[in-house]
């Protein structure tokens, strides 16, 4: 399987990163790469977009993670963008729902960075 990763800005102030296919450990690093560019650019302020995707596993929790820890060390953050519940129970199961903004549309989390 395969990843699509595309970005955009809304604003100044932050990017969204639009994710479909499965983020795994075969597919993780496409992601990691292009997150990673944002951040290298000055970007800390991201919304991921995970609507288009059907499976994360470890290996993308953890890009996610690291991505996360990176935007913070320039008080930046990341709020996500998922509406599959097998997707949202994963971070419901792993605790990051209280590290990460999850929400159902683009507005909501662009207006949580406010």
Do not use: W
């Not at 450990?25 to 995707?53: A, C, D, Q, R």
């Not at 953050?77 to 419901?92: A, D, E, H, R, V």
Request: aromatic letters at 6%; proline letters at 3%.
């Amino acid at each position: 399987m395969d990843i699509k990763v595309s970005s955009r800005p809304l604003g100044e102030q932050i990017h969204t990163v639009a994710v479909t296919g499965e983020i795994d450990v075969y597919t993780s690093p496409k992601l990691k790469e292009h997150i990673t560019e944002l951040i290298e650019k000055g970007h800390y302020n991201l919304v991921i977009n995970l609507e288009g995707v059907r499976y994360i596993d470890s290996t993308g929790l953890g890009v996610l993670i690291g991505a996360l820890k990176k935007v913070r060390d320039h008080n930046g953050s990341i709020n996500l963008i998922c509406t599959n519940p097998q997707i949202k129970k994963i971070f419901n199961i792993t605790g990051l729902v209280k590290i990460f903004g999850i929400f159902k549309a683009e507005e909501e989390a662009v207006k949580a960075f406010v």
